[in-house]
């Protein structure tokens, strides 16, 4: 598995759980409870993923916030941007049609910026096995800590990676709709130590006093 970003991947709060009026033809979901007599997912391969992700099978009396819980389940596996359900009438109950938006493909890491502690090469080869297969905001998240605690093992405890994320009409995730995941890297340089607040010690004795030094 791998890892995004201190920034949150879309809330499934805002994930659409249909709440409006039902039509004849797809009636949508309501606050009473209802018999799922079977379930059927649209828009992804990861459909025995979806499946296993629910608490609601087959045969249950469930909820409309029972459902929305399942979407929240749902969205959590990492691989969705959007996640929403409608249910429409079958023999014996209605069948539940759970349809997601899978995220674009990872086609490429960029880093934005140059970077000293770690080579380019190092740091995108930790992407190496996710480039190529459906991005998952989980796994994309974990390589940032992963990368994040590398810095820190080196003595870089103020670096931070932060995933430049994509707000675009056609995707709100972290990638552009091309597949690109854009990365800025703040490796924790300090730049230079200045001393303010002192009356009574001369800067430099308080300065020699400090380990670090500027560059680390």
């Known amino acids: 598995a791998a890892p995004p970003p201190t920034e949150s991947a879309p809330s499934v709060e ?18 009473d ?8 997912v649209v828009g992804t391969a990861y459909k025995d ?8 099978k087959p045969g249950d009396d469930v ?4 459902i929305r819980n399942d979407l929240r389940r749902i969205y959590g596996l990492g ?12 023999e014996g109950g209605f069948k539940l049609v759970v349809m997601v938006q ?8 960029r880093i934005l910026n140059e970077t000293q ?11 190496k096995d996710q480039v190529g297969k459906t991005a998952n905001f989980n796994d994309i998240r974990e390589i940032k800590e992963k ?21 675009t009409e056609e995707n709100g995730g972290l990638l552009s709709p091309e597949g690109v995941l854009e990365l800025q890297i703040n490796e924790g340089l300090i730049e230079d130590i200045r001393v303010s607040g002192n009356q009574e010690t001369k800067d430099y004795v308080v300065l020699r006093e400090i380990t670090l030094k500027p560059g680390e």
């Open 14 to 31: 805002t994930t659409p759980v249909p709440d409006a009026s039902p039509s004849p033809q797809e009636p949508l979901l309501q606050a």
């Open 33 to 40: 409870t209802m018999k799922i007599v079977e379930i059927d």
């Open 49 to 56: 993923a979806v499946l296993l992700s629910m608490f609601t």
């Open 63 to 66: 909820s409309a916030e029972q």
């Open 79 to 90: 691989y969705f941007l959007d996640v929403t359900a409608t249910r429409q009438p079958a």
């Open 102 to 109: 899978e995220n674009p493909v990872l086609r490429e890491v």
């Open 117 to 127: 502690v770690f080579t380019r090469e190092q740091l995108l080869d930790v992407f």
């Open 147 to 167: 990368l994040e605690e590398a810095y820190r093992q080196r003595g870089y405890a103020l670096a931070s990676l932060r995933i430049m994320q994509n707000q």
